[in-house]
C-alpha cells in the first residue's frame, strides 16, 4: 500500500512541503485543475506539475481527476470528439510516468453536501449532507447556491443541465458508461494507465438526477462490462458507507478478488437518519465505517496500490478549503499507516504459526 495525500496544486494553502512531513505520505493526489471539462490535458503541463512534486520529495501517484464532460454523460453527438480528448489526456498522464486515473460519472454533481462546517461535540467542524435540507435549497442563481460546489454553471446553464437529464434514465446513463469505457479503457491498457471509477457521493439520486455508481453490485457490474484489468475502482469508503446496505468489507473482499481495486480513499462517517449523516475522524469508534476491517479486507486480498486520507475535519482552529485542511487528514494518514502495519504484522504472525 502507498499512503498518499490530495493536494490541489499551486493554490493550496498547504504547501507540498509540509505534505512531505506527514508520516509514510510518500505521493501526491492532484490534477491541472484550470484545464475545462473536455479539453486536452497538455503534457508539458501534466510534466511541469509532476516536475514540481517530485522536487519536493514526492512523486505523483494519482490523478484525480480528469473531469468526464456531461455531454458523453448525455450521450449526445460531441462525445465523440470529447472522448477522443479524454483519451489524448490519458496519454499525457501516461507519458509523465502516472498510471492510475481517478474519475466519476455523477450528472451535473460532483459529492454533495449541505452543510460545510457542522460543529460537532469536541469543537471541531465538518462535513454533513441531509436531505431534507437540501430540498430547502433553491437553486436561484445555479450552482453557487450548493455548498462546496462549483460555480461554473450559472442558473440558466444548471437548469438547462437538469433539463436535459430528465430524459435520461439509469439504464441511459449505463448505456452511456459502457460507451466511454469501451473507447478508453483499451487506450488506457495500451498506455499503461488504471482507470478507477469514484463511486457517486452520496449513493443515491441527487435534485431528481439519476445516479448510478452506489453499491458493490454496481462496481462489479463496471468492471465486468470493460473486462480488462485497466478497468477498475476507486474504493471510497466514505462515499459509499451512507447507505446500511453497503457492507464495505465485504464489497472489499469481491471487489479485491478480481483485482480491480486501484485507488482506496478512507473515510468515516456517521448516520444520523434516512439519507443523513456527518463525516467524523477516521477511527472506526468515531462513526459508522469498520475501518480496521476495511484494511483487513484490502490486505488479505493484496490490494497495494494507492491509498488516502479522504475528507477531514477542521481541527485547532485551522481555515482553509472545507474537507480538505492539513491536520486531521494528516492524523488520518498516520492512522491508516498504523492499521495497516497491525493488519500486515498480524497477518504475517498468523501465516508464521500455521
Known amino acids: 500500500m502507498q499512503m498518499t495525500f490530495r493536494w490541489f496544486g499551486q493554490s493550496d494553502s498547504i504547501p507540498l512541503r509540509h505534505v512531505r512531513q506527514i ?6 493526489v492532484s490534477a491541472l485543475y484550470d484545464v475545462a471539462p473536455g479539453e486536452i490535458w497538455p503534457a508539458p503541463d501534466v510534466d511541469r506539475l509532476a516536475s514540481t512534486i517530485d522536487e519536493a520529495g514526492l512523486r505523483f501517484a494519482v490523478v484525480e481527476s480528469i473531469p ?3 455531454d458523453i454523460k448525455l450521450g449526445r453527438p460531441a462525445r465523440e470528439r470529447l472522448i477522443d480528448n479524454y483519451c489524448a489526456s490519458v496519454e499525457s498522464v501516461a507519458a509523465a510516468g502516472i498510471t492510475t486515473v481517478c474519475y466519476n460519472f455523477m450528472p451535473v454533481f460532483d459529492w454533495m453536501r449541505t452543510d460545510l462546517a457542522m460543529s ?5 467542524t465538518a462535513l454533513a449532507f441531509d436531505e431534507a435540507a437540501l430540498a430547502e435549497i433553491k437553486l436561484a442563481i445555479g450552482a453557487s447556491d450548493l455548498p462546496g460546489w462549483s460555480t461554473r454553471y450559472d442558473a440558466a446553464a444548471l437548469a438547462s443541465l437538469r433539463n436535459a437529464y430528465s430524459d435520461i434514465s439509469e439504464d441511459a446513463l449505463w448505456e452511456h458508461l459502457e460507451y466511454f469505457l469501451l473507447r478508453v479503457a483499451p487506450v488506457a491498457e495500451s498506455a499503461g494507465v488504471k482507470l478507477a471509477i469514484h463511486p457517486d457521493d452520496p449513493p443515491w439520486p441527487i435534485l431528481g438526477l439519476p445516479r448510478i455508481v452506489t453499491s458493490g453490485a454496481a462496481l462489479e457490474r463496471i468492471v465486468r462490462m470493460v473486462d480488462t484489468p485497466a478497468n477498475g475502482v476507486t474504493f471510497c469508503t466514505g462515499s ?3 447507505d446500511p446496505a453497503n457492507d464495505l468489507p465485504a464489497m472489499a473482499r469481491r471487489l479485491g478478488d478480481l483485482r480491480r481495486i486501484h485507488f482506496v480513499h478512507c473515510r468515516n462517517i456517521k448516520r444520523t437518519g434516512a439519507r443523513s449523516f ?6 472506526s469508534s468515531l462513526g459508522d465505517v469498520d475501518m480496521f476491517e476495511v ?3 484490502l490486505h488479505q486480498r493484496g490490494f497495494a496500490g494507492p491509498m488516502r486520507p479522504d475528507h477531514g475535519r477542521m481541527i485547532w482552529d485551522e481555515r482553509g478549503r472545507p474537507g480538505y485542511g492539513l491536520y486531521d487528514r494528516a492524523l488520518g494518514a498516520t492512522y491508516l499507516q498504523g492499521l495497516w502495519e497491525g493488519v500486515s504484522r498480524s497477518e504475517s504472525s498468523g501465516a508464521n504459526a500455521v
Do not use: K
Request: no cysteine; net charge negative.
Open 23 to 28: 508520516p509514510a505520505v510518500v505521493g501526491v
Open 68 to 70: 468526464v464532460h456531461e
Open 120 to 124: 460537532l461535540p469536541d469543537g471541531s
Open 240 to 242: 459509499l458507507a451512507p
Open 278 to 283: 456527518h463525516e467524523t475522524a477516521h477511527p
Open 295 to 297: 484494511m483487513r479486507a
